[in-house]
């Protein structure tokens, strides 16, 4: 039962922005810590941020200052807006949970492809 669907990735320039959007179900928006995660080519995914469900936010420091993580409550959807984009930012990218993080239950993700 796929709880978290992943869309918004494309191929762009180096420079660009891209939002990715991770919509789910009504509980697990209400109750649980969302997390965008990137696998670049070849090697392990990495979180590169996250929101808890009051709103807290964390960025792993290699996109610090250029991704920002948002909630629509509205729409139980969380956003990743993506600027200035990297070569280095190509991979696929997953929302996820802690629970189904630790139980490696993944969706599809979205491809971000980033031309230098």
């Known amino acids: 039962q796929v709880q978290l669907v992943e869309s918004g990735g494309g191929l762009v320039q180096a420079g660009e922005s891209l939002r990715l959007a991770c919509a789910t179900s009504?509980?697990?928006?209400?109750?649980?810590?969302i997390g965008w995660h990137h696998q670049a080519p070849g090697k392990p995914r990495e979180l590169v941020a996250g929101?808890?469900?009051?709103?807290?936010?964390y960025y792993a420091t290699s996109v610090k200052g250029r991704f920002t993580i948002s909630r629509d409550n509205a729409k139980n959807t969380v956003y990743l807006q993506m600027n200035s984009l990297k070569p280095e930012d190509t991979g696929v990218y997953y929302c996820?949970?802690?629970?189904?993080?630790?139980?490696?239950?993944w969706g599809q993700g979205t491809q971000v492809t980033v031309s230098s």
């Open positions: 996820n949970t802690p629970d189904r993080v630790a139980g490696d239950a």
């Open positions: 009504r509980s697990i928006f209400r109750d649980e810590s």
């Open positions: 929101i808890t469900n009051g709103g807290s936010t």
